[in-house]
């Protein structure tokens, strides 16, 4: 059964660094997400990705965030600049159509010391 | 603002019984639910879905009960086995999906 991957499982960085986390989406899939879990708090919305586009992002999407789909596979996820209240749990989703439900990659534990 | 609240964060339920799971939500305007399922160190897990047109749904163990008018819906496991004890999540999903904060079952032997 596809899957949704993410890279890497675990990222260690300094607070003012740049990171990317990447994804790799199920191959049918149109529409593309990510959300983050903050440490025994909810899951929540980052950013939706449609259309090569940003269709809605949150409050917490500021400038320091940005996403790309580069070269058709990848989904990309950059913090230009960490704080450390960026440390959470990332995860990527995506969906074949507007109706449908989402599936989430693995996560990708980001920890900024 | 919560617009999906699970007000139970954890359940304890015996093996092979009813484990029922609560949640409601506050904007009328929803029209598609969902329930993830999430064990520790892995994404939500898709589990059952269910759209405003109907009052019910069900696949397998799993029902769900839509109450459009208490704005309430409830999901339904049974019968409980040992492999349910996760972390689920009430949605709904405008596109973006909007999470309630999860409540934690634990089945019982």
């Known amino acids: 059964e596809p899957e949704v991957t993410q890279t890497p499982s675990h990222q260690v960085t300094q607070m003012g660094q740049e990171v990317i986390l990447r994804c790799v989406p199920i191959s049918n899939h149109l529409y593309f997400y990510w959300y983050r879990q903050i440490l025994g708090q909810k899951v929540e919305f980052l950013v939706s990705f449609y259309n090569n586009e940003i269709s809605e992002k949150s409050e917490i999407f500021d400038d320091q965030f940005s996403v790309e789909r580069p070269d058709g596979s990848n989904f990309t996820l950059k913090i230009r600049s960490t704080k450390l209240e960026d440390s959470a749990m990332y995860f990527c989703a995506g969906k074949e159509g507007r109706n449908y439900e989402q599936y989430f990659g693995p996560g990708t534990r980001l920890t900024v010391t | ?109």
């Open chain 2, 1 to 109: 603002d919560q617009q999906v609240k699970q007000n139970s964060p954890s359940l304890s339920v015996q093996e092979g019984r009813i484990s029922i799971l609560n949640c409601d939500y506050t904007n009328s305007m929803f029209d598609y639910f969902l329930w993830y399922k999430k064990y520790p160190a892995e994404g939500p897990t898709f589990l059952i879905s269910i759209s405003s047109i109907k009052d019910k749904n069900e696949d397998g163990r799993f029902t769900v009960f839509l109450n459009k008018s208490a704005k309430h819906l409830s999901l339904h496991i049974v019968p409980s086995q040992p492999g349910d004890s996760a972390v689920y999540f009430c949605a709904a999903s405008e596109d973006k999906i909007i999470f309630g904060k999860g409540t934690r079952l634990h089945i019982l032997p």
